[in-house]
């Protein structure tokens, strides 16, 4: 038995096999371009952003570094292969529509003599007998006009006869039954979905090699790559190696230095640090650190210790960076320049994460130093008990902000809205002794108006459609709270109604599947920080006596209610919703909690406040009065917490 080869000659086929293996690359990773976006990105998206004209040192290399940063974002080399990939299928769609596809006949015999299925088989011998007097060769001419030749007349009648004996030799149906064949058994045909002038000319093993290359190699292991890098990330897209050693960083007692310690452990910057860039200037680095009076009084005694102990190059470097940046030391190089200003994003990244692992323990401590060195990666500034709120606003410099202490007479660094609390001409006194000249101030103040800074006016704990808080029923923590930018002036009463959170009646389905609304904030005001970030904040409630968190956080991106005038910028003062839910104690008595309030974007703008939950006996919730409206309780049943 022989092999025959067969060739795609006319292309019929040859979309297919195109399309089938483009379709393996393209629709995987068209799927990973459509998931979901991380609310951080979309509230991106939508986000408006601060305006003000103050350009930074090296402005030209953070915005080189942020639009490097934004093309990470969009996945461009993604993009770009999914459109091909997708184009090519098209194009192969087409080719299949239009392309005409010869079917292959399927030898009859049936056919051959004209005579029907039901035939008998003297009705079969009439028919050979009549057929033999006008197709024999020898009694036929061949027609010229039909393009007919001795060698076409010839072969019809070759047919003829295996048809005639496959209908009436036993031997030769055995092998028409068996095979599809008079003739019997047939040589292996092997179909190639090649054109044909792909492998004219003895090109065909190298076609073949090529082929075997691509779909024996490239695509396992393309797909394959896919598959690692998605099982070697965590839910937080940072590498699972990073994680473990942030895990191993961690310990109860952190503050912000040990925050920076522990996610420079990450995998994340040897790939940003790769190559010569591993300890290229790293005695330079490590001696601008040592004179510059900022850095010495950002980092304790155990954050230099730290520094000098590590061993590896590359973590070295990465640490030494991350402090240079954090306390803005000027570097000299534009080299290392460049690397300090990539490194914040991808810091800013891992601390995400590392706030997962600090969450999972449940302690207060390593959580709120994760958060205030988001806080501190944003804005540049020390994550440290000295880290200065008004190194937030333009053109104030850390010498300034040093002089403002001084002169205001306070132990520690003042906020940006006590800053901007004071009355103007103390604000101008005190900037004028700081070397800070009026149009300079001005520029600040104007940033400082347009600052999100969230303050709560009321909240209280309910729950939904009930008068009393019952053990192990579900609670919501609500917050009623409005923003008003530092230094706001003529701000309008709170509307009582808008305080109330009256829940829908029991037979409005409609009212109860109302999605609200969601309007982000602008964009953070961090002209070091190389990458466009839309502010967080986190609501949760902790226990102070042991340290840990009672209640795990609730994040908001966009409210209920627009924050300010998407065309002027102003606040609207509307009052905005944060609700929490959780479960109640299954014990009855007084709980008392710290509501925290943190975001993860400014320094010096979270707030906390004691608060106290009633659990009342379950025999309470069976009391209902004929006359009370259960679905929209008083007030006065729940306990309501007011702040100034």
């Known amino acids: 038995m022989s092999s025959d080869y067969n060739y795609d000659t006319d292309a019929q086929f040859f979309p297919f096999f195109v399309l089938t ?46 639009a ?45 003599l004209d005579i029907s299925m039901s035939a008998q088989e003297k009705d079969i011998n009439r028919r050979y007998r009549k057929l033999s007097l006008t197709m024999h060769p020898d009694k036929r001419e061949p027609n ?21 004996k496959a209908l009436t030799d036993e031997e030769v149906r055995n092998n028409y039954i068996m095979y599809g064949n008079p003739d019997g058994k047939q040589s292996t045909s092997f179909g190639i979905a090649l054109p044909q002038f792909i492998v004219a000319e003895g090109s065909g093993k190298y076609v073949l090699l090529i082929y075997g290359a691509l779909l024996g190699i ?34 109860p007692n952190m503050d912000g230095g040990d925050v920076v310690a522990a996610i420079s452990s990450a995998t994340e910057f040897k790939d940003i640090l790769s190559g010569t860039k591993a300890d290229a200037g790293l005695g330079k680095l490590e001696n601008k650190l040592r004179s510059s009076e900022a850095c010495n009084t950002a980092m304790l005694s155990k954050d230099k210790k730290k520094l000098v102990n590590t061993e590896d190059p590359e973590r070295r470097k990465t640490l030494a960076l991350l402090w240079a940046y954090l306390a803005r030391v000027p570097l000299d190089d534009a080299n290392l320049e460049a690397e300090k200003f ?10 995400e994460a590392f706030t997962s692992i600090a969450l999972a323990h449940g302690f207060t401590a390593p959580v709120f130093a994760s958060w205030r060195f988001a806080q501190s990666i944003t804005q540049a500034v020390s994550p440290g008990k000295d880290g200065a709120p008004l190194l937030q606003l333009p053109h104030f410099t850390i010498t300034i902000v040093d ?74 923590l609500v917050v009623k709270a409005r923003f008003i930018p530092p230094g706001t002036t003529q701000i309008p009463p709170v509307n009582e109604k808008d305080l109330l959170d009256i829940d829908p009646a029991d037979g409005d389905i409609k009212a109860q599947k109302i999605e609200p609304e969601e309007n982000p904030v602008p964009l953070a005001y961090a002209p070091y920080f190389a990458r466009d970030r839309a502010p967080r904040w986190h609501v949760f409630l902790g226990d102070n006596r042991q340290g840990r968190i009672a209640v795990p956080p609730f994040t908001f991106a966009a409210f209920d209610k627009k924050p300010f005038d998407p065309e002027t910028g102003k606040p609207t003062f509307e009052v905005v919703t944060l609700k929490m839910q959780f ?46 409206d259960i679905s929209e309780p008083d007030e006065g049943e729940f306990l309501i917490l007011s702040f100034p």
């Open 218 to 251: 490239g695509l396992p292991w393309l797909v394959g790559s896919w598959w690692y890098g998605m099982r070697n990330q965590t839910k937080e897209k940072i590498l699972v190696t990073s994680a473990g050693n942030m895990f191993r960083e961690y310990s």
């Open 68 to 112: 490097k940063q934004k093309r990470k974002d969009l996945h461009l080399k993604s993009i770009l292969t999914a459109a091909v990939g997708w184009s090519i299928m098209a194009y192969m769609v087409y080719l299949m529509v239009v392309t005409a596809r010869s079917v292959p006949e399927i030898w009859n015999p049936y056919d051959i």
């Open 403 to 476: 002089e403002i202490r001084r002169n205001s007479k306070q132990r520690k660094h003042m906020t940006v809205q006590s800053f901007m609390a004071l009355p103007p001409e103390q604000r101008q006194a005190l900037a004028q002794a700081a070397g800070l000249t009026n149009d300079r101030l001005r520029a600040a103040e104007s940033v400082a108006r347009q600052l999100p800074l969230l303050k709560v006016e009321k909240a209280f704990f309910k729950v939904q459609g009930e008068k009393y808080i019952i053990p192990s029923s579900l609670v919501q």
């Open 342 to 351: 990539e490194l914040a994003p991808t810091a800013q990244r891992l601390s």
């Open 21 to 66: 293996v483009t379709s393996l690359i393209t629709l995987p990773l068209t799927y990973s371009l459509l998931r979901a976006p991380s609310s951080q990105v979309a509230s991106s998206s939508k986000a408006s952003q601060i305006t003000s004209t103050y350009q930074p040192d090296n402005v030209d290399i953070i915005d080189s570094q942020r």
């Open 583 to 628: 479960q109640a104690p299954p014990q009855v008595g007084e709980y008392k909690f710290t509501m925290h309030l943190v975001c993860d974007s400014y320094v010096g703008f979270d707030f906390k406040q004691e608060v106290v939950l009633n659990i009342e006996d379950a025999s309470k919730g069976l009391e209902v009065d004929s006359d009370d």
């Open 144 to 164: 010229a006009a039909l393009n007919e030749t001795a060698e076409s007349v010839n072969n019809q009648w070759v047919e003829i006869v295996k048809a005639y």
